[in-house]
């Protein structure tokens, strides 16, 4: 579930920022924390994606491979 | 009105109609109409899919926003990267896997009941119908800004071209025209990005830390800091994720590719396109506020609708503004033509094929009736948003967003994923959480001002917790019968794997 954890992050990102000031102090000029992380929101979800996609291409190739087994006439015999 | 900016304008029309034409030649069926054949390509699918989202009000208001608010802007984009991951994840395979034109088709695979179906579709058509409203009346007032003409002209300019791209080149006219909006898009923010960031020694960090040195260092923090104002920002933040999971513009765009693994990949297009499109826009944002001025922003307009505009013109003059505006124009349009192919398929679809005519009409009726219900919406929606453009009409967006998180969500998730989901359980969740967000909304300061009954401005927080809970309850309220049962095994199945009797249903 890669999904779970950024709409965590979203939330605790909003949570803090709305309720406390932790994330208001400038890092360098014209960046704090909570830009900071707002960035790593924008991007994590791609991140996310690409694993979630290399995993299921995985599995896909995985379950192709059970099928030809399966279908060959080696593999029917066996 | 600005003649530079109406030429780029006339040339963009010019171009989406030629490309409405082509399109018109190949939707010569139902299935073409509402899915394009789904034959999509995945980088096509992807870049529709950010064209449905990316719509004219969050281009123009979400720099505004973070011009004028500071990090408060920055909430209206935070979200849908998340969301269109989330998308991918949860909700693109199965949907793939089990429908075939509307969302409707997904929950009957379950429950093939009349009632289910009717209710589900009437919920497609009122939160399409709502988001649609309160985008046409929006973008209504920015093409008169933009083009200096009544209200009115420029909303029956948006809805006559709406209809033709729709009734004619259906799924793929509109479609196409996404394509060319992101494409223009791309165009116009990488120029833009460079003029700039020209202006800053191609420093990004620059735009933001010199709005610090003019503004202070408020327009980088939030300004709807505890109590209610933080609630309501948290519950909008819950609400978009969630709600953008059950839009049902975003969600039939799955229906419009051939199998689960273009699906997946017209997901991470998305994705991408949306990470490189919020991304950039705190840049341009905040270099709006240093090189145009937060007075500035205001006189032109004061929700800050032009921010943009106001900075293509200052860096590329009069000839960069009219391209951007075009940008913006076939921004607007793309988005309102999605959203009118889906609601007319809840309706040509759902209620009249499948409803009136006991899914016995041949396809030549049904396309027939497509074309006719995406006239009718579109009149209609022209229609509600003349009507509505006194009103403050900012709450409808809210509660699209609401009424499909808590409504449609539930009765989604649980479909496709829970064996022990019932036909009550479906009934009382769309009931209860389409009530449930509605009272809210109308009852929260968005609608009722100062005296409002409920106090946050986004009931999400509340109303998707009590859109589960009833779906989750409702299924306890009888027995589940044999044929509930056998549907559950084989759906919950089908959602998951690629068998090859789930291609299509309904």
């Not at chain 2, 109409?33 to 529709?48: K, P, S």
């Not at chain 2, 094929?353 to 006991?358: A, G, I």
Request: glycine share 10%; with cysteine; charged share 10%.
């Amino acid at each position: 579930m890669t999904g779970l954890p950024l709409f965590v992050l979203l939330m605790v990102l909003t949570a803090l920022t709305v309720f406390t000031d932790l994330l208001d102090e400038q890092l360098v000029p014209g960046v704090n924390l909570a830009i900071l992380l707002a960035y790593v929101v924008f991007f994590a979800p791609v991140v996310a994606a690409h694993v979630y996609v290399s995993r299921m291409r995985a599995l896909d190739e995985l379950a192709q491979q059970a099928m030809d087994e399966a279908t060959s006439p080696a593999g029917g015999r066996a | 009105m600005n003649a530079t900016v109406v030429g780029f304008f006339v040339v963009t029309v010019a171009a989406t109609l030629v490309i409405t034409f082509v399109a018109s030649r190949r939707n010569v069926s139902v299935a073409s109409h509402y899915v394009a054949d789904g034959q999509l390509t995945g980088w096509q699918n992807g870049l529709a899919i950010a064209g449905d989202y990316i719509s004219g009000a969050t281009l123009l208001g979400t720099i505004g926003g973070i011009a004028l608010l500071g990090f408060d802007g920055f909430f209206f984009g935070l979200g849908s990267p998340v969301a269109i991951a989330l998308v991918l994840i949860v909700m693109a395979e199965p949907l793939r896997r089990l429908g075939r034109f509307t969302i409707s088709d997904v929950v009957t695979r379950r429950f093939d009941k009349t009632e289910v179906r009717v209710l589900a579709s009437l919920n497609v058509v009122s939160i399409t119908m709502v988001y649609m409203v309160a985008q046409f009346v929006g973008a209504g007032a920015i093409v008169s800004l933009l083009l200096g003409i009544p209200f009115t002209v420029a909303a029956i300019i948006i809805g006559v071209l709406m209809l033709v791209y729709t009734t004619f080149g259906g799924m793929l006219g509109a479609t196409w025209i996404q394509i060319l909006q992101m494409a223009l898009l791309a165009v116009g923010f990488v120029v833009l990005l460079g003029l700039t960031l020209a202006k800053f020694d191609f420093n990004p960090l620059a735009t933001a830390a010199d709005a610090v040195d003019v503004y202070g260092a408020g327009v980088l923090t939030s300004q709807s800091t505890g109590g209610t104002a933080g609630f309501s920002t948290l519950s909008l933040q819950f609400g978009i994720v969630l709600g953008f999971l059950a839009m049902p513009h975003v969600m039939i765009r799955f229906f419009t590719v051939p199998d689960t693994r273009t699906a997946r990949s017209s997901a991470v297009t998305a994705t991408w396109a949306f990470a490189l499109f919020y991304a950039a826009l705190p840049i341009v944002a905040y270099a709006a506020v240093v090189l145009v001025g937060r007075e500035s922003i205001t006189d032109a307009d004061p929700g800050g609708n032009l921010t943009v505009l106001l900075l293509s013109r200052l860096l590329g003059g009069d000839v960069f503004l009219a391209f951007m505006a075009a940008v913006a124009l076939v921004t607007i349009m793309a988005s309102l033509s999605g959203m009118c192919i889906t609601a007319a398929g809840a309706f040509g679809h759902d209620l009249y094929t499948h409803v009136l005519k006991k899914g016995r009409a041949t396809d030549r009726q049904q396309h027939n009736a497509a074309r006719l219900a995406t006239v009718g919406f579109a009149l209609v929606a022209l229609a509600i948003s003349l009507a509505a453009q006194s009103f403050n009409v900012a709450f409808l967006s809210t509660l699209a967003f609401a009424v499909a998180a808590s409504a449609n969500l539930p009765t989604l998730v649980f479909s496709l994923f829970w064996r022990g989901f019932r036909l009550s359980g479906a009934v009382v969740g769309m009931s209860v959480g389409l009530v449930v967000s509605v009272a809210l909304v109308l009852t929260s300061p968005t609608v009722m001002g100062d005296g409002a009954w409920f106090p946050l401005t986004n009931p999400s927080i509340i109303s998707v917790p009590v859109g589960f809970l009833a779906t989750w309850l409702g299924s306890y309220l009888r027995p589940a019968t044999g044929e509930e049962e056998s549907a559950a095994e084989t759906v919950t199945v089908s959602a998951q794997l690629d068998l090859p009797e789930t291609g299509a249903a309904g």
